[in-house]
């Protein structure tokens, strides 16, 4: 049989794929916005979100993909399940909370899950962390704290939404979106990446079916078009969003391409503001902006020690 060797891509060719990547996700909460006006609840359409995206992938598992999974230890079995079920309860809270609050407001709270992970990696890791990146982490803490001051006092900007509700939604979206990177990061250390993901959209995808299920939801008899554009958000965050940025995670430092990330909530914001005329007070997008500077200060804090290591 012949086989194709293929050779490492270039630097230009990988900051290709992060800026699609990049673009690609910050078009994510348009879609949603779109799904919803077509009146699809927010548990369909996290469930269209990760059904499509174990879908894209099965015809490689049924290739060769199951043999790789045989191959494992169920520990790790284990983990890359875990990191799905936390995966699943991300993408919902997150998906609802756009329900409530501006996509500006979403997008910066969900921004600190690097936050988060360096919490988790002291509490559950007992790792220590520097100075810097206490700081930013006072930093974001202020930035936050000034969002939920200026958000839940002021009308909702979504007609009947519930902007208390909604900054909680995204918080905790947060949140196990960060115990999801950590749980990932073990198991996709010994797990190749297509069986990997595959696993993880799997247990995602029937967190969130439970959820409908639980919740008495339908899954079909909606306007086609929201369907379509539950579609579109599976291709756009889910496939290319996320797959470029695993994929350029193999040859490009994790704390370059989370830093260069940092761009899409801004990116979103200036979708929502062309496309939905959403425009964040003067005091929510202060708050955004020092959110974001704790955040870029606490990454650049996490690549000092990797840099001493060597």
């Known amino acids: 049989m012949l086989r194709l060797k293929l050779s490492a891509p270039s ?4 900051w290709l794929l992060v800026a699609l990547s ?3 996700w910050s078009f994510g909460p348009i879609c949603v916005r779109y799904a919803f006006a077509y009146e699809l609840p927010p548990q369909l359409v996290a469930f269209g979100r990760l059904l499509m995206g174990m879908l894209a992938f099965t015809p490689y598992m049924l290739y060769r993909g199951s043999r790789q999974l045989r191959a494992l230890p169920p520990k790790t079995l284990g983990l890359a399940l875990a990191a799905g079920i936390l995966q699943g309860i991300n993408v919902t809270l997150m998906i609802s909370s756009l329900q409530h609050i501006s996509i500006v407001i979403n997008q910066s709270l969900l921004n600190t899950i690097p936050l988060w992970v360096a919490v988790f990696e002291v509490t559950l890791l007992k790792a220590r962390l520097s100075a810097k990146v206490w700081l930013g982490i006072a930093v974001a803490v202020v930035g936050g704290t000034l969002i939920a001051i200026a958000t839940s006092d002021a009308p909702a900007s979504i007609p009947g939404g519930n902007t208390s509700l909604g900054l909680l939604l995204a918080a905790v979206s947060a949140c196990s979106a960060s115990l999801y990177v950590i749980i990932g990061r ?4 010994s797990m190749p990446f297509i069986p990997y993901i ?5 247990a995602g995808a029937a967190v969130t079916f439970g959820i409908i299920a639980a919740s008495d939801i339908s899954l079909i008899g909606y306007d086609p078009r929201g369907y379509l554009w539950v579609l579109l958000l599976a291709v756009l965050a889910q496939i290319i969003g996320l797959g470029a940025f695993n994929f350029t995670l193999k040859f490009m430092s994790p704390t370059t391409l989370t830093m260069t990330m940092q761009a899409m909530p801004i990116m979103s914001a200036c979708w929502a503001f062309l496309i939905f005329s959403e425009v964040p007070t003067a005091w929510q997008a202060l708050g955004s902006v020092i959110l974001l500077l704790g955040v870029t200060i606490v ?6 020690p990797r840099r ?3």
């Open 299 to 304: 990454l650049w804090g996490q690549s000092q």
């Open 11 to 14: 630097m230009a060719q990988l």
């Open 308 to 310: 001493a290591r060597g």
């Open 198 to 202: 595959w696993l993880v959209y799997c």
């Open 22 to 24: 990049a673009i690609a």
């Open 186 to 189: 073990k198991a996709r250390g």
